[in-house]
């Protein structure tokens, strides 16, 4: 049956889902990348579409911005459609000057504030989400076959996209936080207590310090490029 959130029947769902925060990507990839592609929820505007890559059965859900958008998904993919492998392909700002825009980053930990929508479940503990390793080491495989450089750390999943901390900024760039986004924290803690696995990989689409921008024109490409990354690393 379907969720609140999510209108696919049962059996609608890969076992593979790709999670682009924005619903019109996760329709550009769809058409893009995947064989025989069908939309199987649309709830809220939110599209989810599942096809096939090579093969291998895949869908591709959008996730909204936010932790608490993410974690809604991620539950609700997992808990009722039987999703095993959560991917986000998305956005990140770059907060070291040796990386570029357009490069790639693969989260290996996330840092946060403490505030994900997973945080009461730990009281006094500071939990550090982490990805699942073989989807890591075979995203970085693949991510060295493509034009963007890759970097493989931990990045900062921050509750707003405004920020007036650059004191908070500072502190991050010194202790080699890669990037900023807003998602990835959750989406690991959601999948470690679900038992499923879950990677983050992110385009650099602008840059905190030398305050570059992606081109419009080239955002298609390198998204693009992610979206390989992440399903020849889901099929490895």
């Known amino acids: 049956m379907p969720t609140p959130h999510i209108s696919a029947q049962k ?14 990507r996760a329709r550009w990839a769809a058409e893009t990348y995947l064989d025989d592609a069908v939309l199987v929820s649309d709830v809220r505007g ?10 291998n059965r895949v869908s591709i859900h959008g996730s909204g911005m936010g932790m608490p958008s993410i974690s809604i998904y991620a539950n609700e993919l997992i808990t009722e459609y039987g999703a095993k492998t959560l991917i986000r392909i998305g956005s990140a700002g770059a907060m070291q000057e040796n990386i570029k825009v357009r490069d790639v980053l693969i989260a290996m930990t996330t840092t946060t504030l403490g505030t994900t929508p997973s945080a009461g479940f730990f009281k006094e503990v500071n939990y550090a989400p982490c990805a699942d390793y073989g989807l890591l080491e075979a995203a970085v495989k693949a991510a060295r076959t493509k034009e963007p450089a ?12 405004y920020s007036e901390r650059p004191d908070l900024d500072e502190v991050m760039q010194r202790h080699g936080i890669l990037g900023v986004e807003m998602e ?4 690991y803690t959601v999948c ?6 879950a990677l983050a990989i992110m385009t650099v689409s602008d840059h ?14 390198s998204f693009g ?3 390989e990354i992440a ?4 099929f490895a």
Do not use: C, Q, W
């Open 208 to 221: 905190l310090l030398t305050h570059e921008a992606l081109p419009s024109e080239d955002r298609e490409r």
């Open 150 to 161: 890759v970097h493989v750390g931990n990045i900062y999943s921050s509750d707003v996209f």
């Open 231 to 234: 399903l020849e690393a889901a």
């Open 192 to 197: 470690a207590r679900l038992g499923a696995r």
């Open 11 to 24: 059996g609608d769902i890969a076992e593979t889902v790709l999670m682009p925060g924005d619903p019109r």
């Open 225 to 227: 490029d992610m979206v």
């Open 46 to 55: 939110m599209y989810g579409y599942t096809g096939y890559y090579k093969g």
């Open 184 to 187: 990835a924290a959750e989406l």
